[in-house]
DNA sequence: TTAAGTATATACAAACCTGTATAGTTATAA
DNA sequence: TTATAACTATACAGGTTTGTATATACTTAA
């Protein structure tokens, strides 16, 4: 029963966290939204600040697995699994319970660097790009972190973009750049 | 004397909501920080929506600005001016006090599509993508929205990526494939 | 059945938040 | 000098915040 309430607050939280942002969710609208007690919440997270924590992290993890998943599953060679990234986040974008990169939006509310949050935030974009840093080694580019941090960098913006006003095309645009930049590292 | 007072508060706001966040500054704390009364806050601004706004729209401005200066005093030709656009986002980045592109980290605090806030950061980030587009456009570039939108992508992610982590070399790699897309798109 | 663990409801402390009310002070300008 | 406007200081209302205290009920396992 423990696990199923943990379960419970996280989703909840993590819903609440990206549709309203996460100073602006209290720990009793979180509570309200599980539905469970205040004091259950207490009991398997310390403070607001461990629960924020662990949802950010989950959300981003989920993320990254399920873009992880997708390529596998695609039969596609390395190269075209870089492009294929783009396909992904497309659709990932067009889910419209998304609300942007978690670690970006966190970030964005935890700006001082010394912040737990902020902390956690600068090592899960890192993971994000050190996972496309590795599909371009696999991709036998030359330059593999220069590409990765490339298309790491379209992707964010391009989310971003996406975020702030759906429908401006700012994917396939990044798309098209990505395939650009892809061509040309491989050149070199 | 009026005019005076509104300065020292949108100044003392803005630093605060830059380093410690938009709702996590209460107005309490900017009051002194701008070594006022409260009341004086509340005679130059509705509310503190207001202030945010107006925080949220100068900070955007004097970056374009200050870039469309920069731009503007370098006798380059207009296609090096696309490719300037990323030594005076170094130059700006480098300078401890800045804290990101402020309408990305507006939007973030207030994620809600129909919120006050969130309109006017959607509407400087058009702004900033036309002015990079124009760019596009002076330099002849036969689809100058892509390759504005594109730069514009590449830059939010190089901000961010290097706010993330201060260091990353981020900005280089980003200036490095806004020159391979410049080319590419000159050549179509 | 009994005992331990877990969840609940309610109330509360102490601090914070935004915004206002009030009364007194200072600067400006006629 | 006198009227007007702007600024200050303090206090407060009414609400929110995180986190705890307490007493009660429900579940599970021995």
Redesign the pocket.
């Given at each position: 029963?423990?696990?199923?309430?943990?379960e419970r607050i996280l989703v909840a939280a993590s819903t609440l966290f990206h549709t309203r942002g996460i100073?602006?969710?209290?720990?009793?609208?979180?509570v309200a939204e599980?539905?469970?007690?205040?004091?259950?919440?207490?009991?398997?997270?310390?403070?607001?600040?461990?629960?924020v924590l662990e949802v950010v992290t989950r959300r981003s993890r989920e993320f990254a697995e399920k873009l992880a998943a997708k390529l596998d599953k695609s039969t596609s060679g390395p190269v075209e699994k870089l492009q294929r990234l783009f396909d992904y986040v497309e659709e990932w974008l067009a889910d419209p319970q998304c609300s942007g990169l978690p670690f970006l939006k966190a970030s964005a509310e935890f700006p001082q660097p010394d912040s737990p949050v902020h902390r956690l935030s600068a090592e899960l974009s890192q993971e994000f790009r050190d996972y496309i840093t590795g599909l371009a080694r696999e991709a036998g580019i030359r330059a593999p972190e220069a590409l990765g941090l490339q298309l790491a960098m379209l992707i964010e913006g391009a989310v971003l973009s996406e975020q702030l006003s759906r429908g401006s095309g700012a994917l396939e645009h990044a798309r098209q750049a990505a395939r650009i930049l892809i061509e040309s590292a491989q050149r070199k």
């Open positions: 029963m423990a696990k199923n309430m943990r100073n602006a969710t209290g720990v009793d609208t979180i599980a539905g469970i007690a205040k004091m259950t919440l207490y009991k398997h997270f310390r403070t607001k600040e461990d629960l």
